[in-house]
């Protein structure tokens, strides 16, 4: 075996704050709204991607999660990253040609690929695994291309594979500007401030049951496209100003207004998908229970502010934001009211060691707070807790041998 052309990287999750929610262009993916999210920290979740070129290869393979995929002919959306990332090669292959001989130039976009990736946390967790999923894809093949575009260009890559993987390519807080160009030029994903810019600000994911397979979000998101006249209110009247206030209560780290937008864009959300025909329910009884518990926690407080922010994506399962203070008190709180399933550490691992000798869910309730506004709910309505906070973009994984391909390439 001659030289190995292999890359290996890593790429966050991304939970918005303004969500992204109908296409204007489904082939493309352009979105009827900008939007804007968290990246979070890639300790706790991350995509990870081995991709090797090779002259060798018969064909380009993937393997998801340890199984091949056989069928990435007609998945539009690889292809799409596919022909893009090996289009801008081709160019910077032929400018190398030129400014260095071709013997010097090694004709990767020629080559077919093995690419395998893995996420660190259970797809069926719900979470967003396609966003850190393509980030990852088109992160990893633009290192082993050395493509020399900026981030924001790659974003519009990413993108066409899936909508809100573009804000996955950025670490901090992201804008995906949604653009009115037709060929999606300026459509892409731009760094609004980085990854350490507020540092008390945490994340706690509360991975909610869910018996039923709930409608994916790009069939829902064309529904609502397609029927919802309280869509067109969002995106004219809504989105706009949102997400100027919002990346001022950013810059600014204000929290009250970041949290009051946060709420506001998860329950407009979830109203225009109750709007759509028929319609699509993502939260479910225990969603809600956290919206109401949240809701307490912020109206009992003596200073009546706001010191937690729920938001809901495709499904049920709930993400908290909110300051560094905070954690243990709400986390105590889920706890009371959605308790373990037996196994604790399963539960919660307690990651910053919040809770060393100490037992969540046993602590006092804050002062103030009215323990009646929910029932405690059977164990195990809320499978697991997860803290994380916020984190970087993609990164490659250096050092000694950390892929996922074995020598044979797969
Ligand atoms: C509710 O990016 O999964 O999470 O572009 O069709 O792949 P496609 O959709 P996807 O939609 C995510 C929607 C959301 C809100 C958001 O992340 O902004």
Redesign the pocket.
Known sequence: MGTVYEKTATSPVNI?VI???G?RDTNL?LPTNS?L?VTLSQDHLHSKTTIRASPDFEKTRLWLNGVEDTDIEKNKRLQNCFRETRRLRKEYEEKLCKDKGADNVIPLSEYNLHICSENNFPTAAGL?S??SGFACLAYTLSQLYELPISTTELSKIARQG????CRSLFGGFVAWEMGSKDDGSDSQAVQVAPQDHWPELEALICVVSDAKKGTS??EG?QNTVNTSTLLQHRIEHIVPLRMKSMIKAIHERDYQKFAEITMQDSNQ?HAVCLDTSPPIFYLNDVSRAIIRMITEYNSSNPERKLKAAYTF??GPNAVIYTTSENIPGIINLIAKYFPSNENTSEYFSDPFQLFVGKTIGEQPLPLGFNDQIIPVFPKGSVKQILHTKVGEGPKVVAGEYDGLLNKQGC
Request: aromatic share 14%; glycine share 4%.
């Open positions: 918005a969500k992204y929610w296409k993916i939007s999210s967003a396609s966003a899936s909508g809100s993987a979000s790009t998101m959300f994506d495709a």
